[in-house]
């Protein structure tokens, strides 16, 4: 800036990149006079141009379902969040950082306070116990112990047990564990004391008399009629007759 002693010179502002010239500032000085050495002092005022970044975050959070049913449990799955945000800087690269600070803030929170929820309303859930029923049935034979002159047959009686819900980390071990169960409670319950003396009186109560084997009567011999007897030789026959008539007159 040049001038003559003793004239009034003002200041022109100047533009620099990211600052704008700011005339309301208290301090500033724009105009001023040229003293006589020469000297002049001017002060213009500069205030920075904030810089405003709108920025987005991605993060993402393993979540596992929690209201699976029974037997039953959550598959764990990646859920993605975002954030956004906006924030000022006196410098672009200073507003793009803080930004991008906020938003991965709001997107952590977005994640914390959202994703239990969001999984267990789309996650999935895989069976990790199975259960299997079976019945067994099971059997075992009596002998009649029967007092003399009675008898019976041998018999034979069935029982029966359920292994209900018997589990299993497979379908295929949930059925060889219930079958194991059914057939061992059947085992367990006919080697019982109270199985057998029910079972052997039960036996013992189809003990029935003997039948009384009756030799049949024979049939009479009939007798023969004799022979007749037959006489033989001769006889003479001697006697009178007499002989009567009626005579008839008219």
Known sequence: MTGIVGSDVTATPQTFTGWEYDATHTGAI????????????????????????????????????????????????????????????????????????????????????????????????????????VTFTGSDTFTPQCATGRSASDITLTHRETAMN???????????????????????????????TAGQKQADDTCTKDPVVVEPTPDPVPTPNPEPTIFTGSYTATGSQMFSSTMCQE
């Open 30 to 133: 724009a105009t001023g006079t040229i003293a006589d050495d020469g000297s002049l002092i001017l002060k213009l005022h500069y205030r920075r141009i904030p810089a405003t970044s709108t920025q987005t975050a991605t993060i993402t959070g393993s979540f596992v379902r929690d209201n699976c049913e029974n037997d039953f449990e959550g598959i764990p799955k990646i859920l993605t969040f975002t954030g956004s945000a906006t924030a000022t800087g006196y410098t672009l690269t200073g507003a793009e950082a803080k930004a991008l600070t906020l938003a991965t803030a709001e997107a952590e929170k977005n994640r914390d306070q959202n994703g239990q929820t969001l999984i267990n309303q789309t996650g999935k859930c895989r069976q990790i116990i199975f259960r299997a029923s």
């Open 166 to 196: 018997v589990t299993g980390s497979t379908p295929a071990e949930a059925q060889q564990n219930a079958e194991k169960l059914a057939q061992e409670l059947v085992k367990d319950y006919l080697a019982t004391d109270t199985r057998k």
